[in-house]
């Protein structure tokens, strides 16, 4: 089929599978799923300016299918969301003007490649640790199955941090936060997202459980429902400069709704520990795309 | 005598997602070849003279596919008894 927007001529088939394993992932693990998505549509043959923008379309479409359902599941703190949407934005602002400042300098792929990688790599490593953790106390019935966190030190010293306004969030179990460290959260990973040029939904998600102390269900559903708006915010940006092909973006998301539905049912099966153990291998396949690219493109010598 | 109405159960849901997948497989390829063929020219059209139109009109068919995409895909697995699993 050709795309004449984009210019080229692809396999809506294969766009559409694509668009379903992304939808797996994006459903399961509460992830927009970029980081595995823009590889693949470049090997399919989308040309580069296309994928980043191209995808984000397919991702405000499919965070819709997946929040929703995650919403009937009841794995929706629309409250918590909404607040973490303002932080982010801010947050994604200030990213991108990291980016212009080094661009300026002529160091941004390096930095950012280099920085990128470390903290994938830390994501991986402790979500991996703690969700061991925490499989092996339930193991040994030192916690509760439901949502067991093996961690829960940095989440109970953030709840004690008493900055007014307070409000609660009853839908994640959370009697009292502060609501300058919930728009600090989302501020922070606004920043990251904005200055790696992500969603950045592999970094919030961990970052709800941990620091907010948000039940691991929840916090991939509310995720979801947060990269609904910084999706659809980062296609309007891009499709004004030109970079996306709408229909390939509406091909991809048939796929997409598809596996994104499949994979918020399937959370139903699994405990949040097991879920965040599975998670933990995303960032480090991110971490590895990333490294290759600095690799393959002379920026970094092995 | 669990594990055996468990693999009943996981048997039968791997049925019904097979039949879920040939279904909307069938209606995803009625509308690649329909509704995209269609929409394509004028969407290119709009690209190629309008960025702002083309940008606002992109977001919101991928906002009204995404909600009718949920609603076919939760009919189907409905139909299907896979919303038994929740």
Avoid: C
Wanted: hydrophobic share 55%.
């Amino acid at each position: 089929m050709n795309f004449p927007i984009a210019g080229v001529t692809i396999n809506p088939l294969l766009l559409a599978g694509i668009g379903f394993i992304v939808g797996i992932l994006g459903g399961f693990f509460g992830v927009g799923g970029g980081f595995i998505a823009g590889p693949m549509m470049f090997w399919a043959g989308v040309p580069m300016n296309f994928v980043v923008g191209t995808d984000l379309a397919h991702m405000t479409g499919k965070s819709i299918v997946a929040a929703k359902r995650h919403r009937a599941l009841g794995h929706v703190d629309i409250k918590l969301g909404a607040l973490m949407v303002t932080g982010t934005v801010i947050g994604v602002e200030i990213g991108a003007r990291i980016i212009e400042a080094l661009v300026a300098a002529g160091i941004v792929d390096l930095v950012i490649g280099l920085v990128y990688v470390t903290i994938l790599v830390i994501i991986s490593a402790f979500t991996a640790w703690e969700s061991l953790r925490a499989l092996r106390m339930i193991r040994t019935d030192r916690l509760d199955v439901k949502d067991a966190v093996g961690f829960q030190g940095i989440s109970r010293r953030i709840h004690s941090i008493e900055i007014p306004p307070m409000i609660s969030f009853p839908m994640s179990g959370i009697a009292s936060i502060s609501l300058w460290t919930v728009l600090g959260v989302g501020f922070i990973t606004g920043i990251l997202a904005g200055s790696l040029g992500v969603g950045g939904g592999f970094i919030r998600m961990p970052m709800l459980v941990y620091l907010v102390g948000v039940p691991t269900h929840v916090a991939v559903g509310t995720d979801l429902f947060e990269i609904m708006f910084s999706s659809a915010y980062g296609m309007l940006t891009h499709a004004l400069k030109g970079n996306v092909d709408v229909l390939m973006a509406l091909v991809m998301h048939t796929g997409a709704a598809l596996g994104a539905q499949i994979g918020a049912v399937s959370t139903r099966f699994f405990i949040g520990p097991r879920i965040r153990l599975f998670f933990s291998v995303l960032p480090l396949i991110g971490a590895l795309l990333v490294l290759m690219r600095l690799v393959s493109g002379g920026i970094v010598h092995l | 005598m669990t594990s055996k109405s468990e693999n009943i159960t996981i048997r039968e849901l791997v049925i019904n997602f097979a039949i879920e997948l040939l279904i909307y497989g069938v209606l995803v390829v009625g509308y690649f070849y329909l509704v995209l063929r269609l929409l394509g020219p004028w969407l290119t059209h709009l690209f190629q003279n309008d960025l702002i139109t083309y940008a606002a009109i992109g977001l919101s068919l991928v906002v009204a596919q995404g909600i009718v995409l949920e609603q076919v895909t939760s009919f189907i697995l409905n139909w299907l008894n896979l919303n038994r699993l929740e």
